[in-house]
């Protein structure tokens, strides 16, 4: 059960790494659109794991280990942008979102009866 300070520390964080992609993600990762679909904090809010939905992307590992390679540099435009409301700056660590995939499996499942 994640505390009241997790929560917000998290909507916090993904609402500016969603920002980060957005702005400045055409200079990366090109015309892949990358949503934000979750974000989870230790209770320590020292880490930060970040679920992110990849689209338009051919191959989606790669696109995720180049956001991997960058990840250093999302981790300081997020330090500037709430350095006045956290003291620690959490370790960011990216995975691919996999519920629409999921949910689509379980559908087509259901449609073959």
Do not use: C, W
Request: aromatic fraction near 8%; glycine fraction near 4%.
């Amino acid at each position: 059960m994640d505390t009241t300070r997790q929560l917000k520390v998290a909507r916090l964080v993904q609402k500016e790494i969603a920002e980060i992609f957005l702005n400045e993600g055409k200079n990366y990762f090109g015309s892949a659109f990358i949503t934000v679909t979750g974000t989870r904090i230790s209770p320590d809010l020292s880490f930060a794991k970040i679920y992110l939905s990849l689209f338009g992307a051919k191959d989606r590992e790669v696109l995720l280990k180049l956001i991997k390679s960058h990840q250093n540099e999302i981790r300081n435009k997020l330090g500037q942008r709430i350095k006045n409301q956290v003291r620690i700056i959490p370790e960011l660590n990216f995975y691919i979102d996999d519920t629409m995939d999921y949910a689509q499996k379980i559908n087509e499942l259901l449609n073959k009866k």
